[in-house]
């Protein structure tokens, strides 16, 4: 069991008998009244994301996920396939399970794969990503007094708002849990 106090981003819970991963919680303190917990959740088997509000110290069952690391091959319809590089084993998961993260995961990058009882329920990317600039517009000469962003297209079809500075073609590290631009790479 697991207290609702101790949310963090990416915690399985059991709820009403469906998995749900947490994507966004805030602890409130109204002046009058008890703490709650604000948290926004997806279905990790459907892929559906709903909002639940929940007491201070609720307790909910918490899922112990098995985490494999497996290389990302190829889109096949609705789902992905991916590769255990141990045993060459494939496994093919729905497009709706992994959810953000297919923002920023190319072919033949490896990432964690979580599976609940013998079956993939979701997938986790490295914490940064290094992606080349496949469409930018060019930045205003002189446009340097503030911290203007731009938006740029990469290769996996992302868009991530960046400096002035970057250009088409050139490779940039972005934090693959908040989609953020981090540093323009040489590659």
Do not use: C, W
């Amino acid at each position: 069991m697991i207290s609702v106090n101790d949310f963090t981003r990416g915690v399985v819970v059991k709820l009403d008998g469906d998995l749900y991963s947490v994507i966004e919680y805030q602890h409130v303190k109204p002046a009058r009244g008890a703490a709650f917990v604000r948290s926004k959740l997806r279905n990790v088997r459907k892929g559906s994301v709903v909002e639940r509000t929940f007491r201070g110290g609720e307790k909910l069952e918490d899922v112990k996920l098995i985490k494999r690391s497996m290389q990302y091959l190829y889109e096949e319809g609705e789902s992905l396939v991916f590769m255990d590089v141990e045993s060459y084993e494939q496994e093919s998961i729905p497009k709706k399970a992994i959810g953000d993260a297919l923002r920023f995961i190319k072919e033949e990058d490896m990432v964690d794969i979580a599976m609940y009882e013998g079956e993939p329920v979701m997938i986790e990317p490295p914490q940064t990503a290094v992606l080349k600039v496949v469409y930018a517009e060019p930045g205003a000469k002189g446009n340097t007094a503030t911290n203007v962003l731009k938006p740029v297209k990469v290769e996996t079809g992302a868009e991530v708002r960046v400096p002035l500075f970057v250009n088409e073609g050139d490779y940039i590290k972005i934090n693959t849990e908040t989609g953020e631009y981090q540093e323009r790479v040489k590659k």
